[in-house]
């Protein structure tokens, strides 16, 4: 049995960082045991402008650990006033590696985000020629429509439609949550990848709602069925190049989390690799989490993987604390409902 595995140093591909003290409380989780992580720009007020990523890139870097070398990938912020020659001046200057799509309205911090595509349209046809990949938030707004059918929808009403209309665009699928949205990225050739959360492997909706709800696991997109889980894990495991990790660790406060209307967010940072070994693990896969933690991730994006390791081994069942403190008050950490045996040891 194998109970010692060595991987290339793996990279989120979606992650919030936040500012001020909850980012100084929570960098150094990802830095940990990431090389590299793609940064979600939905702070307040967003990141949208070059300026405004390079200042939010030294805050960053100014709040990880002493000898970090943990890279920020930045993004913008789309909004409808994006200017497309600051995005590709930002783009050709390598202070951004992707631009990131929000609809208005859809997720936390979205209320600057795209309510008509046409008015976004010169800005996708300049990406595409510089080649800037656009990562997308996948759910459609509309109040008639249902929350768990939102991302289904939005492929077939929105993200097909850019796509037709805009050649040569690369895209990623942000955080997947349905069958649909497997079965969509993978027919859709090399311009077109997937990020997979660590939480939506692991939780379905019963686990948000079923015997009193739990606020910690509510995110957006919010869990699906089981039938959705288990795509997500067959297309995670299966070491197809189109899908990647992008754990989307998102923080709130205990005190934002458990309110009437609390945020959406799961705190994945600080276990995210036992977890991702344990399921792994258990769908016989364990030689493939590296394709999917630290191989399809660089290679979409053009990048090379990392030169680096790290080494997870099993033995008894791993302790992480179940919160951090941060400036701003208490994050609770991720819980998978499951005994994690693998843990990162160099
Ligand atoms: C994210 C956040 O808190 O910023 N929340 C979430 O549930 N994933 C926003 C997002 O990525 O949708
Ligand atoms: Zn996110």
Not at 39 to 61: F, H, K, W
Not at 237 to 257: E, I, Q, R, V, Y
Request: net charge negative.
């Amino acid at each position: 049995m194998t109970d010692t595995i060595t991987i290339r140093t793996p990279d989120d591909w979606h992650l919030h960082l936040r500012d001020g003290a909850m980012l100084r409380a929570v960098a150094p989780e990802t830095a940990r045991h990431f090389a590299r992580a793609i940064i979600m720009p939905n702070l307040v007020p967003p990141v949208v402008t070059g300026a405004e990523a390079a200042s939010y890139r030294d805050r960053i870097l100014s709040a990880l650990p002493e000898g970090s070398a943990f890279t920020p990938l930045m993004t913008l912020y789309l909004t409808e006033d994006t200017d497309p020659e600051d995005l590709a001046r930002a783009h050709a200057d390598g202070l951004i590696t992707a631009v990131k799509l929000y609809p208005a309205g859809a997720t936390t911090n979205s209320a600057s985000g795209v309510a008509n595509f046409d008015k976004v349209r010169p800005v996708l046809e300049k990406m595409a020629e510089i080649g800037c990949p656009l990562c997308v938030h996948g759910e459609v707004v509309d109040s008639d429509i249902d929350i768990f059918d939102r991302e289904a929808v939005f492929i077939e009403r929105v993200l097909d439609p850019i796509r037709r209309a805009t050649p040569g665009l690369r895209v990623v699928m942000e955080h997947i949550t349905t069958m649909q949205g497997v079965e969509y990225a993978s027919e859709g050739g090399p311009e077109l990848g997937a990020t997979i959360t660590t939480h939506h492997l692991v939780i379905n909706r019963n686990h948000i709602l079923a015997g009193g709800i739990k606020p910690h696991y509510y995110c957006l997109p919010v869990a699906k069925r089981e039938e959705h889980r288990l795509a997500l894990r067959r297309a995670a495991t299966s070491g197809d190049p189109t899908f990647f990790l992008g754990t989307d660790s998102a923080p709130h406060t205990d005190a934002n989390k458990l309110l009437p209307c609390g945020c959406a967010g799961c705190f994945t940072a600080t276990n995210t690799l036992s977890i991702l070994a344990e399921v792994f693990e258990q769908d016989g896969a364990l030689d493939r989490l590296e394709a999917f933690t630290s191989f399809n991730g660089p290679k979409f994006y053009g990048l090379p993987a990392n030169e680096g390791t790290i080494t997870l081994t099993k033995g008894e069942p791993v302790t992480y604390p179940d919160h951090i403190d941060t400036g701003d008050g208490v994050v609770t950490v991720f819980d998978p409902m499951m005994p994690l045996h693998w843990r990162v040891v160099g």
